[in-house]
């Protein structure tokens, strides 16, 4: 197929020409690009019309577009629209290349100036233009019935306003557009401006000129350089090998992986080591240029000498001071920069001559070089080397380099070298850096401590051992861009899809399905032919854009997230949207089970397809497969975007029921991952209930009544939680599945106990443990938080040996320790630890220490951190009063800490009392006596239980103080408590306790 703007034939089915980047055939269906737009227009154009005849004002005109277009193709810019004297360019589209935006520039510069060489006739005047240059997004999608593809978007509207800001003559560049090309540019501020049309002002930078090689700007913030001693080790290995017999190493890698940052190190030893160097760079500008990186590289020396715009002497004067005199070898050089003198044989030769001549003089200026000083020959970008340039550095590496020559040649991955394998020269990969040197250049760039250890770790993560990406990342980080992909990389990630021809297709319908794919799902899901499909991934992996993944030839993975997000990125919304719904079909297809087996996958791929109704079913079930899991942050996360996805579910029944499920997994969830106390956690339950009440729907309203309940417990809330397990106990009455008769009994004896009421208690709970109850399973299946069969066991047997009956104590104890075996770890922890509690009241400590290392070994296993702060407390309790005091009250302490800091009011009382009952067995009353005043301040929550005890702890406290009178106050009070609570154990304890100190009180007289 031949292309119709420069005649290429390039293959069947080609859809741009292989060598101008013109659409062939029928124009491209839309898609989203990043591209440079040039909006140029003529000053003073309606005076001109005015001034000349129509046949004069159109030959000048037809000058000036003349001018620009060819200013504009020479930057491979493609001339897309003339709008009367008006002029719109593309870069970036058809084709991208990597510096667009600096071809745009380049452009812009070339065209102000080729214009202002136009005459106006009858005046004696120039012409003069304005230019304006902005990057942006565009969709480019045709337009009109002509069928031309134009960008559509802000892009072009921002370039033609900074064009009517522009001074005559003048390029004006939009913040975008500087950023790509500041260190290349010299910029003058053109102060902020107000674009018609636009929100907010623009600040707008003018582009006066390009910077010469020499004085480029200083690369962004360069970070220091880190890691890479074994391949600088190498490096410096070749160098010295050199000085015997001239080395040469080809160094590949990534983009941005850091080659010629590699160089530049080695450079510096070279220098230091006494050695020349020099560099010699290869561009995509000149990739059809005969030796252009030397013909550049010898320019620049001209220029650096005082000759910018060179000349032979000026030649004659760079090579003489390396040592090149030779006129067989100057001559040939000064033919291939146009400088030839008019007696020259050169002019006379044929081309192949010449091309042997130059060979010869360009091989003669190295070993010159060279054997006048060891030298660093560095070529960069070899994979835009013009053929000659690479037949030449084959012939030198061929013939083995010269003594003294070292010469390294840095190139892109995907380039092979044309030449023979062979041992004298050596070929080294740049493998990707690793997590800490990534970090080390991100801290580098963030020299103000901005970012926080989270937001690094992200970056060191994405940026997956590429410095380039890392520290553009960071940049990106640090100027709180949300770009998926930072501006400075979209031209590198562009220009690399495009360079794949059609293929890019097939890799813009694997990204939709993901960084990793198969090549089965590829090709149920593009719907594409398995030619193109399988020519697209050959493309794709000789590209090294796409890596093959295990043995099976089937898997494929993007090589870099980055590049999977510039295919991804590169589809209009609609494309992608399509592309979603083939890819959740062929799921389905390929694997009916799948909604079982990764309901997210689905739900993914359903939500980006814009297929509501499905998604939020699937997410709904990846929620719940995840809470089984305990994978509680993906579960909350899950049910999180079903809801965002429903947002306000009005009053359509349906909707109402899906959210009443989802907030159903969102709670539970979120109260693992939080804690009870977090306010969200309430707000789920408390909106569930509501659903379930506004819906009628009873049983339902089992899991969000628990889930208040247990909020309301811990949070202190005594009079709230009796509340919450009085409507339990209302829906156990009117008929909801047994185990809501369960619930009820548990939630109400639990409080009660709090509460202090034994009685209610023990009777509440003994309604749970009737021959009706069902099965700690099937309990268990339908839990919102512990299993209610254990919670009535255990606060029976408290009660009960509260109240002075230690025989069903202990029986109730036995059959909860018998069950253990078939509890899940959550509830066997809570059966020990309930274990344990009895035990300390009874103070019994031997027993108290085994089952409480029972709960903290399962708590430690499981990370119930709960269970593990219960645990120790009651361990730490044992061993003070097994004579450890001293060792055993920092962990208590530690561990009370850890329980006030995990939010929870519960429990804080009876703590305070094993605490202070430590404290008198270290001998320290006045700790033992500030311990009990906390338990009983804590205690005004409802939480009224262990008042007896700490009132009794509080008595023995001032006892041993030696205070007889509040000892005795305080001994009465414990009595009078727990004869309310009618805990006949505490009571008898307590009246002991009064009768000692009266004893000691009447013995001091
Ligand atoms: N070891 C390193 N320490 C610190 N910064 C580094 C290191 N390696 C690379 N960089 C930084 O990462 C960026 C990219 O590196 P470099 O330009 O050397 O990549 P490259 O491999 O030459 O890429 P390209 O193929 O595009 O030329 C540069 O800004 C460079 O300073
Ligand atoms: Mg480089």
Redesign the pocket.
């Known amino acids: 197929m031949r292309c119709a703007r420069c005649d290429q034939d390039n293959p069947e089915g080609a859809r741009f020409c292989n060598q101008c980047g013109a659409p062939l055939a029928a124009a491209p269906g839309p898609e989203l690009r990043r591209l440079t737009v040039l909006f140029c227009d003529l000053v003073g154009s309606v005076q001109l019309a005015n001034r000349l005849d129509p046949e004069e004002w159109h030959a000048l005109l037809a000058a000036y577009q003349e001018a620009a277009g060819q200013a504009i193709r020479r930057h491979q810019g493609h001339v897309a629209q003339h709008l009367g004297d008006g002029l719109v360019a593309y870069f970036g589209y058809p084709v991208a290349h990597e510096d667009d935006a600096l071809r745009a520039v380049r452009a812009a510069l070339d065209l102000v100036r080729e214009a202002g060489t136009v005459a106006v006739p009858h005046s004696g005047e120039r012409l003069s233009v304005r230019v304006g240059v902005h990057t942006g997004a565009a969709v480019m999608g045709p337009v009109g019935s002509g069928g031309d593809v134009l960008a559509l978007g802000d892009t072009p509207h921002i370039a033609a306003r900074l064009q009517a800001v522009a001074p005559p003559g003048a390029v004006a560049l939009s913040p975008a557009a500087r950023t790509l090309v500041e260190h290349r540019v010299r910029w003058a501020d053109l102060g902020e401006h107000a674009l018609k049309g636009l929100p907010g002002a623009m600040r707008v930078h003018q582009a006066v000129a390009l910077r010469t090689e020499g004085e480029e700007g200083a690369?962004p913030g360069?970070?220091?350089?880190?890691?890479?001693a074994r391949e600088l080790g190498q490096l410096v290995d070749a160098w010295d090998a050199s000085q015997a017999g001239g080395a040469g190493v080809l160094l590949l890698?990534e983009?941005?992986?850091?080659?010629?940052?590699?160089a530049r190190e080695l450079r510096a030893q070279v220098r230091a080591d006494g050695g020349d160097s020099f560099t010699m760079r290869c561009s995509p500008h000149t990739a059809n240029t005969p030796f252009a990186p030397l013909a550049q590289f010898l320019r620049q020396a001209m220029a650096q000498a005082g000759a910018p715009d060179g000349s032979a002497d000026a030649l004659s004067g760079v090579l003489a001071a390396v040592g090149v005199r030779d006129e067989r070898v100057v001559a040939p050089l000064r033919a291939l920069l146009g400088l030839g003198r008019p007696g020259d044989a050169e002019a006379a030769l044929s081309a192949q001559a010449l091309r042997e001549r130059t060979f010869a003089a360009a091989t003669a200026v190295l070993a010159t070089m060279s054997a006048r000083r060891r030298t660093l020959s560095i070529v960069e970008?070899l994979h835009w080397a013009d053929p000659s340039t690479l037949e030449w550095l084959g012939r030198v590496l061929g013939a083995g380099a010269p003594p003294g020559l070292m010469l390294l040649l840095?190139a892109?991955t995907e380039f092979t070298p044309p030449w023979r394998e062979d041992p004298r020269w050596q070929r080294l990969l740049l493998e990707p850096?690793d997590a800490r040197?990534a970090a080390a250049?991100v801290t580098a760039l963030d020299d103000g401590h901005l970012l926080g250890a989270e937001a690094i770790a992200r970056i060191v993560e994405r940026a997956e051992g590429n410095?380039?990406f890392a520290?553009e990342f960071t940049r990106a980080a640090l100027e709180d861009r949300t770009d998926v992909i930072p501006l400075t990389l979209q031209e590198q990630t562009t220009a690399r899809l495009d360079r794949l021809g059609p293929a890019r297709q097939v890799l813009q319908h694997a990204a939709v399905i993901g960084r990793q794919f198969s090549r089965p799902q590829l090709c149920a899901a593009s719907g594409l032919a398995p030619e193109l499909v399988e020519e697209g991934l050959r493309r794709g992996v000789a590209a090294r854009m796409l890596r093959p993944l295990g043995d099976d030839g089937d898997s494929f993975a993007f090589r870099h997230a980055l590049l999977r997000d510039a295919a991804y990125g590169s589809l209009l919304r609609s494309s992608r949207q399509a592309g979603h719904a083939r890819v959740a079909q062929a799921l389905v297809a390929a694997d009916p089970d799948i909604a079982r087996r990764q309901p997210e996958l689905l739900a993914h791929h359903y939500t980006e397809a814009g297929d509501g109704p499905n998604a939020v079913t699937q997410w709904l079930a990846a929620g719940r497969l995840a809470l089984s899991r305990s994978a509680c942050v993906e579960a909350a996360a899950h049910a999180r975007t079903a809801l965002r996805m429903i947002g306000d579910a009005g009053s359509d029944p349906a909707a109402l029921a899906l959210e009443l499920e989802l907030r159903l997994v969102l709670a539970p969830a979120l109260m693992a991952v939080r804690g009870v106390l977090d306010p969200e956690v309430e707000r789920t339950y408390a909106r569930a209930r509501h659903l379930c009440e506004r819906l009628g729907n009873g049983p339902k309203l089992l899991v969000p009544l628990w889930g208040l309940w247990a909020y309301e417990l811990m949070r202190g809330e005594i009079p709230n939680a009796l509340e919450a397990a009085a409507q339990l106990r209302a829906l156990a009455q009117a008929g909801s599945p047994p185990v809501a008769t369960l619930v009820a009994a548990a939630t109400t004896g639990m409080t009660l106990f709090y509460q202090g009421d034994l009685r209610g208690a023990r009777e509440a709970c003994a309604a749970g443990l009737g021959p009706a109850a069902p099965s700690p399973s099937a309990a268990r299946s339908a839990r919102g938080l512990h299993d209610p069969g254990v919670m009535c066991r255990a606060f029976h047997s408290l009660a009960c040996w509260l109240l002075g009956d230690a025989e069903a104590a202990a029986a109730g104890t036995a059959l909860l320790r018998e069950s253990i075996p078939r509890l899940p770890p959550f509830d066997a922890a809570y059966a020990w630890c309930s274990e344990a509690v009895l035990h300390t009241l009874a103070g019994d400590a031997q027993a108290a220490a085994e089952a409480s290392a029972r709960a903290i070994a399962i708590g430690r296993e499981q990370a119930f951190p709960a269970w593990q702060m219960m645990g120790t407390m009651m361990q730490g309790w044992s061993r003070a009063k097994q004579g450890e005091a001293a060792r055993a009250l920092p962990t208590m302490q530690r561990a009370l800490e850890a329980w006030y800091a995990s939010g929870a009011r519960n429990l804080r009382p009876f703590f305070h009392a094993l605490l202070a009952d430590a404290w008198l067995a270290q001998g320290d009353a006045q700790q033992a006596l500030r311990s009990a005043d906390d338990g009983l301040a804590e205690a005004s929550s409802g939480e009224h239980c262990w008042d007896p005890e700490l009132h009794r702890l509080r008595a023995e406290a001032w006892a041993a103080l030696g205070e007889h009178a509040p000892a005795l106050e305080a001994a009465s009070r414990a009595v009078e408590a727990a004869e309310r609570m009618e805990a006949r154990a505490w009571t008898e304890r307590a009246a002991s306790s009064r009768e000692r100190i009266l004893r000691e009180q009447s013995a001091r007289g």
């Open positions: 690369e360069r970070s220091p350089f880190v890691g890479r890698g983009p941005g992986i850091g080659k010629s940052r590699l970008d840095l892109r850096c040197d250049i410095p380039l520290e």
